[in-house]
């Protein structure tokens, strides 16, 4: 069965500072992972997914398929990222359930 | 693009009664997933539908849960003589057929159960 761990439930760092949100998985064959985050009295959004290899919104994730690990990153921290971010994992490109992170709650500080 | 929409907001019940939950996916969209998320934890899969079949609900409790999604209209997901333990935020997202991992969601249903 997968799994998703976010190891961290609290986040905070100063603006401007560099920031990492770690998500581990365990899933026996080709996953694809995600990254949702949610803002303040808004609904859940994708952030960023593995195969679009994309930076948005400044933030970045490499999939380490050797650590079974797909941290988040952004080298200059805003107030505006502060939000929650859950890490989420489909078993199959072709449609599937994702299993997600018990998420971790970012607060970036003025 | 209106996005998913579901209603209501907010439902609150005493236990013993029923909970329905509508969920109405994006347009173009038939493709729908409920996920549940109990306090102080991350969502958790509940079923999976497309149009008038149900795909996966390997989430599902056993008993007092049904979900469908009709040909014409919301996917429902229907919670049977509620307990205190349904109380949570549901969430429903919907994504297209030919790009069924991205899934796009709605803002939820917390239901409290009194």
């Known amino acids: 069965a997968q799994r998703v761990t976010q190891p961290e439930k609290l986040l905070s760092v100063f603006k401007g500072a560099p920031v990492e949100l770690k998500c581990n998985y365990s899933y026996s064959g080709s996953p694809e992972l995600f990254w949702y985050v949610q803002y303040s009295r808004q609904r859940l959004q994708l952030l960023l997914r593995h195969i679009s290899r994309e930076s948005i919104k400044g933030f970045t994730a490499d999939l380490n398929k050797g650590e079974t690990s797909f941290h988040l990153k952004k080298p200059f921290a805003q107030e505006e990222d502060s939000a929650m971010y859950y890490c989420a994992l489909s078993r199959e490109t072709s449609g599937s359930r994702l299993t997600f992170g018990e998420g971790t709650q970012l607060t970036v500080n003025p | 693009n209106a996005g998913v929409m579901q209603n209501p907001r907010h439902l609150v019940r005493r236990r013993g009664q029923e909970a329905r939950l509508r969920c109405s996916p994006m347009k173009g969209h038939s493709h729908v997933y409920w996920y549940r998320q109990l306090p102080e934890e991350g969502l958790k899969f509940m079923v999976y539908l497309q149009k008038e079949n149900i795909i996966d609900e390997s989430g599902m409790p056993k008993e007092r849960f049904s979900a469908e999604f009709p040909k014409e209209g919301p996917s429902i997901l229907r919670i049977q003589q509620v307990v205190r333990g349904d109380s949570a935020a549901y969430f429903c997202?919907?994504?297209?057929?030919?790009?069924?991992?991205?899934?796009?969601f709605g803002a939820g249903t917390r239901l409290s159960v009194l």
């Open positions: 997202a919907s994504s297209v057929g030919t790009a069924r991992n991205i899934q796009y």
